[in-house]
Antibody, heavy 122, light 114 residues
Framework: QVQLVESGGGVVQPGRSLRLSCAAS????????MHWVRQAPGKGLEWVAV????????YYAASVKGRFTISRDNSKNTLYLQMDSLTSDDTAVYYC???????????????WGQGSLVTVSS | DIVMTQSPDSLAVSLGERATINCKSS????????????LAWYQQKPGQPPKLLIY???TRESGVPDRFSGSGSGTDFTLTISSLQAEDVAVYYC??????????FGQGTKLEIK
């Protein structure tokens, strides 16, 4: 069965960086686009970024563009999110989610990981 | 961005009764060339990630009980639970994926047992 396991979260000071990872199993990772979606404590869901199956194309929400970088290593079945210049507004649980398709487009989120909590605080 | 507005914000329904959650988009999410509504529903139980229930507004994801159904078109959509079970207590979100790579979610509806 599809499994997505995030790691790398924690407490970080404003302005610092953090990298999240998402280990995937149970499907052909290299065939599907992958997303990051976040949820601030007690709040709703916000899409963050998507990367194509090959890693060639990536797209970001306006709120993180220029600060976050999504990437993937298909040889390791792992998705990443490099987060720089963090602010308190980035405090959230970060979920990786599998697309039903290979290329980013009009898509829903088929499977979700358990999430990794990122807290930005001094 | 397309704004998704759910109603009500919270809902209490008796076991075995019908629960209805509404979702309205600020613009149509119906793509005329393929006649598909780019609308999904998710269930999030406390301490868990969201789970996909419905996509294309009315297609049930594999393994989702048939008491869950989705309906609507254009800008107005409904998630219906025909006979509420205790395990259905959760927050439910709608999501539009009509705008490519600019997915947006509703604010969520909290469903409880009366």
């Amino acid at each position: 069965q599809v499994q997505l396991v995030e790691s790398g979260g924690g407490v970080v000071q404003p302005g610092r960086s953090l990298r999240l990872s998402c280990a995937a199993s149970g499907f052909t990772f290299s065939s599907y686009a992958m997303h990051w979606v976040r949820q601030a404590p007690g709040k709703g869901l916000e899409w963050v970024a998507v990367i194509s199956y090959s890693g060639e194309n990536a797209y970001y929400a306006a709120s993180v563009k220029g600060r976050f970088t999504i990437s993937r290593d298909n040889s390791k079945n792992t998705l990443y999110l490099q987060m720089d210049s963090l602010t308190s507004d980035d405090t959230a649980v970060y979920y990786c989610a599998k697309s039903p398709y290979g290329d980013p487009g009009a898509e829903y989120f088929q499977y979700w990981g358990q999430g990794s909590l990122v807290t930005v605080s001094s | 961005d397309i704004v998704m507005t759910q109603s009500p914000d919270s809902l209490a329904v008796s076991l075995g009764e019908r629960a209805t959650i509404n979702c309205k988009s600020s613009q149509s999410v119906l793509y005329s060339p393929n006649n598909k509504n780019y609308l999904a529903w998710y269930q999030q139980k406390p301490g868990q990630p969201p789970k996909l229930l419905i996509y294309w507004a009315s297609t049930r994801e594999s393994g989702v009980p048939d008491r869950f159904s989705g309906s609507g078109s254009g800008t107005d959509f409904t998630l219906t639970i025909s006979s509420l079970q205790a395990e259905d207590v959760a927050v439910y979100y709608c999501q539009q994926y009509y705008t490519t790579r600019q997915n947006t979610f509703g604010q969520g509806t909290k469903l409880e047992i009366k």
